[in-house]
């Protein structure tokens, strides 16, 4: 960035120097400057100005009009447009190579992508479920708020850069799909799981990685809902690219084959709508489009409906019919629980509207019934004891 603003700084000293010129050429009298002269020669300081103004931004953190004593560099937090073109020359380049010169990996790896607020409270657990399983998993970690800070060798230096995440926006999208995009450079990655820092897995290494690797489906949540927490949601701004009637709602917590995460990448017709839309419905005059629940299932309801199971890998409890899921405490946590859960073979739904129509169907793996969820969610920090005793050796479970 420097180097860019020296060379403008010189393009437009060259530019007003030899304009100037010119003027002194029609005007050899320095002490008797017409007007048109002065106003050229205090435009020419201005643009100085504002140059230097910015080259002392970005060297500094702060512009010349500044005066905080708060200024930090500029570095230390990348701005907004930085990490968005960072992402966009990641995104390109993977989805080219991919086009050219298609993975036929030999060594198929799962990537762990985890979106966090901050610190991972199960990092312990996690350390437990990936060890010796070296080559057969990458991590990723997209931090919104702060640094990652672990002692996992599995974690250490795993975080991405990342940008600020709020709930139910465009921004929960925008972090999976720079997940996936820093995760899709290693061809060896052939499934990404994406997690959250209350996520922890129900089964040893082995079994998980055996179930998605092996498997023919992307796990994917998708399901018709007509009430106001589904369809209600749909605006006709989103017109003509997605209609209605193929507007879908589920759980952004996916488990994709490397196709599709490509497909995320490369998706420059339905995406944008989400983005454009989602800030403002202009049906409800308010921002009301929840992103990360619409925006994967709507996309592969439309390009690959066949290609998707319809439910998530992921387990939460929605019993308590908030707004949120139920938060499991430490006196939840017991073998009792994760049994009960890894015993659900059937995907539940209910519609949002008056009717609170149940959806049910069978768990299918390769046209196999199965158990549902590999993974749950949400668990207190102070449940890792009990977690960690409950999965004390991952390799007998």
Not at 19 to 25: A, D, P, S, T, Y
Not at 71 to 100: G, N, Q, T
Not at 221 to 235: E, L, Q
Not at 354 to 380: D, E, S, T, V, W
């Amino acid at each position: 960035m420097e180097v860019y603003l020296e060379v403008v700084l010189h393009k437009v000293l060259h530019q007003h120097l030899k304009k100037g010129k010119m003027v002194l050429q029609i005007h050899p009298r320095p002490r008797h400057i017409s007007r048109p002269t002065w106003i050229v020669t205090l435009l020419s300081l201005a643009c100085l100005f504002l140059v230097f103004s910015n080259i002392q931004k970005y060297n500094s953190g702060c512009n010349v009009f500044n005066t905080s004593s708060g200024c930090r560099s500029a570095f230390s937090e990348p701005a907004a447009s930085e990490i968005l073109r960072e992402y966009e020359e990641i995104a390109s380049r993977v989805v080219m190579k991919e086009i050219l010169d298609p993975v036929r990996s030999k060594n198929p790896k799962v990537a762990f992508m985890f979106m966090t607020r901050g610190s991972l409270p199960f990092e312990l657990l996690w350390d437990k479920f990936f060890n010796g399983h070296e080559g057969k998993f990458s991590v990723y970690v997209h931090v919104s708020k702060g640094k990652l800070i672990c002692i996992s060798p599995h974690f250490v230096n795993r975080d991405i850069r990342s940008a600020e995440v709020r709930w139910g926006k465009i921004s929960m999208v925008d972090a999976e799909r720079r997940l996936l995009a820093n995760a899709l450079k290693d061809p060896e990655n052939q499934r990404f799981v994406l997690l959250s820092e209350s996520c922890v897995p129900l089964y040893n290494f082995d079994y998980i990685y055996n179930y998605l690797i092996y498997s023919h489906l992307s796990f994917m949540d998708c399901f018709y809902d007509p009430g106001f927490a589904g369809n209600g949601r749909y605006s006709t701004g989103m017109l003509p690219e997605i209609e209605k009637k193929n507007f879908r709602k589920g759980s952004q917590w996916f488990a994709m084959k490397r196709q599709h995460a490509v497909i995320t990448l490369a998706d420059n017709l339905y995406y944008p709508k989400f983005r454009d839309v989602c800030l403002l419905n202009p049906e409800r005059n308010r921002s009301y489009c929840v992103a990360d629940e619409h925006y994967l299932p709507t996309l592969f309801n439309i390009i690959d409906p066949g290609g998707i199971s319809n439910w998530s890998l992921t387990h939460v409890d929605w019993s308590e019919k908030k707004f949120h899921p139920k938060m499991y405490k430490a006196s939840d946590v017991t073998s009792e629980l994760i049994k009960n859960i890894t015993s659900v073979d059937i995907s539940e739904h209910v519609t949002s509207d008056n009717q609170k129509k149940r959806l049910i169907q069978p768990c299918l793996r390769n046209g196999i019934r199965r158990p549902c969820y590999l993974f749950a969610r949400k668990f207190h920090p102070d449940t890792l004891e009990n977690l960690l005793n409950i999965f004390s050796n991952f390799s007998t479970i």
